[in-house]
């Protein structure tokens, strides 16, 4: 518009060009307030399920331990039993093994062989043995969303490395910041782990770990 020329065909052209960066301006404005607003949903939905996250910790993660029971499905199988907590610490029962963890040291005994296998295990394989384990975890290494779902909400965790043991994660949550159903993704596919009953109690530090002195006639395999 600030052009004049004679030549008609010059100032048509001057015209359709500054309608045409106008219209860029205009959807470039409307693109990027839709994802301000996709943003901060995003930031507000995540800040609420970390709140939520941080609540169910401080319940599950009570200092001087708890108890629950819980059943596991995936794709090798399905098994239920009972476990105990105590901060990163665990003792699970099934009719197959039990496992003990110290936070450092798992020991799994086979109750069909009497043989105990000692190891370190991955995130993945506490989280498996322990439904418990991601109130550990979330913290850092996730994306995390929210959903309301019925008595509760559904808190989903996304690895921001994929290649981590644990991949994804959806966990119901209910109004009493107890877990009830925990999924979890790994690389072999998806493992769901229903918890029940869950209980405050004290237990002892001994609880965590294995005591050969109560299992005379088992074989000690070390895997570490």
Same mark, same amino acid.
């Given at each position: ?38 943003? !901060? ?14 609540? $169910? ?9 708890? !108890?629950?029971?819980?059943?596991? !499905? ?7 039993? $009972? ?9 699970? *029962? ?7 963890? +110290?936070?450092?040291?798992?020991? $799994? ?9 000692? !190891? $370190? ?42 290649? *981590? ?56 395999? +070390?895997?570490?």
């Amino acid at each position: 518009m600030m052009f004049c020329f004679r030549n008609n065909k010059g100032l048509h052209f001057i015209k359709i060009e500054l309608s045409v960066n106008a219209s860029k301006m205009k959807r470039l404005l409307f693109a990027l307030l839709a994802l301000f607003v996709v943003l !901060s949903v995003y930031s507000q939905n995540s800040a609420q399920a970390r709140k939520i996250l941080d609540k $169910t910790a401080a319940v599950v993660g009570n200092k001087n331990g708890a !108890s629950a029971s819980f059943s596991v !499905s995936g794709k090798y199988g399905n098994s239920s039993g $009972t476990i105990a907590v105590k901060g990163n610490k665990f003792n699970a *029962r099934t009719p197959q093994a039990i496992v003990w963890y +110290d936070g450092k040291t798992q020991w $799994t005994y086979m109750k069909s062989s009497q043989e105990v296998n000692i !190891s $370190t295990p991955t995130e993945a394989q506490q989280q498996s043995m322990n439904p418990y384990k991601f109130i550990n975890i979330y913290k850092s290494g996730f994306r995390l969303g929210l959903k309301n779902v019925s008595g509760g909400w559904q808190v989903h965790l996304y690895a921001t490395n994929q290649k *981590r043991s644990i991949k994804e994660m959806y966990i119901t949550i209910g109004k009493n910041y107890q877990p009830k159903v925990i999924k979890m993704r790994q690389s072999n596919g998806w493992t769901t782990i229903t918890v029940s009953n869950f209980k405050s109690k004290p237990l002892s530090d001994a609880t965590f770990r294995f005591n050969s002195k109560d299992y005379p006639n088992a074989e000690i395999v +070390d895997l570490r």
